[in-house]
């Protein structure tokens, strides 16, 4: 059985898939070459060819290139950054584990919240506060690498959070924020020093209001940054700057 990333992954090829069988339909038409020439002209068969406009055949980029060739036009594949990796480091699950059990009661946990649009991906964590009405995009990193990088991803996952398919029932008119917990260690407390005012601007909230927040009643102050020791097998919130 695949997993979840894979079965994300085969969806998005198939939409790939159609998107590219749409433009061969189009081209063909435009440019009146039909089906039995084009195929023979490529060096495929006609009823694979079906398949492939019909969306339902993985044609290799190779044969894709042919048929634009054919049809004058040309291919490109790009990779272009999303809203980060969805494989998480070993450090990322006794983080997400140590939240949880520090959380308040008050607030109501869901994990790997899947959010569509505009921006695909996964939200690690999504703390929410039904008598505050606030709902928190937590994310967990162990490292600050491309920080700009980070906080744009971050960024827009916490504005997809209306496409997240309990939005509807728990966050209509709630006050969405975000947190981002990352790991202490000299590295990315050098980053963050470099990079303090980025990082202010990005998450103004002092740190200990976040804290006494998450783990108390004390409310929300709005975009955060904390730090979390796991040195010594004692994971903990850490404040200040």
């Known amino acids: ?13 198939a939409l790939v898939r159609r998107d590219l069988a749409e433009g061969l339909v189009r081209l063909a038409g435009d440019t009146g070459v039909s089906q039995a020439a084009l195929a023979s002209a490529a060096g495929i068969s006609r009823p694979y060819l079906s398949k492939i406009l019909a969306g339902r055949a993985s044609p290799t980029l190779e044969v894709y290139q042919r048929l634009a060739t054919v049809l004058g036009a040309d291919l490109s594949a790009k990779l ?10 070993r ?75 309990e939005f509807g029932y728990l966050g209509e008119g709630a006050r969405t924020s975000r947190l981002l917990v990352v790991r202490r260690t000299r590295a990315t407390r050098t980053v963050a020093a470099e990079y303090a005012r980025q990082l202010r601007a990005a998450y103004p909230a002092h740190p200990d209001d976040a804290i006494a927040a998450l783990t108390g009643t004390q409310p929300w102050p709005g ?8 040195a010594h097998g004692d994971p903990r919130l850490v404040g200040g700057r």
Do not use: C, N, Y
């Open 1 to 13: 059985m695949p997993t979840r990333l894979q079965a994300q992954a085969d969806r998005r090829a």
């Open 80 to 89: 272009f950054p999303s809203t980060g990796a969805t494989i998480h480091d």
């Open 91 to 165: 450090h990322q699950a006794p983080m997400l584990e140590h939240l949880l059990a520090a959380r308040h009661p008050r607030w109501e946990a869901f994990t790997e919240v899947a959010v569509r649009r505009p921006s695909r991906g996964w939200i690690d964590l999504v703390l929410h506060d039904p008598r505050e009405r606030t709902l928190i995009a937590s994310e967990l990193q162990s490292e600050l690498r491309r920080l700009e990088q980070q906080v744009r991803w971050h960024e827009a996952k916490a504005d997809s959070l209306p496409s997240w398919d």
């Open 223 to 230: 975009a955060a940054l904390v730090w979390m020791d796991l």
